[in-house]
């Protein structure tokens, strides 16, 4: 193996780990927003527009003070909060389907 190789392997190595903490921490991140969830009653909290943008520009500032392109952040986030807002409606929609609404918080 080359030397180039092997720092190749090297840095493929790190990536590894590195994605290995990242999808630990997004499925952190998805256990408080499921528990987040249970708290919500309607679309509208659901999808609450102005913690998103809230969210977004805490994000992009956070991503220049660390020396990455914010909007490569910018789309990761909204992806994953795209997704994670699915995946609220869908257990809100089940909520309603049981009742679970109707009861008090």
């Known amino acids: 193996m080359t030397s180039s190789s092997a720092r190749l392997d090297e840095f493929r190595l790190a990536i590894d780990e590195l994605d290995r903490k990242i ?6 991140r998805t256990r408080v927003v499921r528990t987040l969830t249970e708290l919500k009653r ?6 609450s527009r102005d913690r998103v943008e809230q ?22 986030y909204r992806t994953l909060i795209e997704e ?4 609220q409606l ?10 679970a609404l109707d009861q008090a918080p």
């Open 23 to 28: 999808v630990a921490l997004l499925a952190e």
């Open 42 to 47: 309607d679309e509208e909290t659901v999808r």
């Open 55 to 76: 969210v977004i520009a805490k994000v992009r500032g956070l991503a220049e003070q660390n020396g990455m392109p914010p909007d490569i952040v910018e789309a990761t």
């Open 84 to 87: 994670l807002t699915r995946l």
């Open 90 to 99: 869908e257990r809100l929609a089940e909520r309603r389907r049981s009742g």
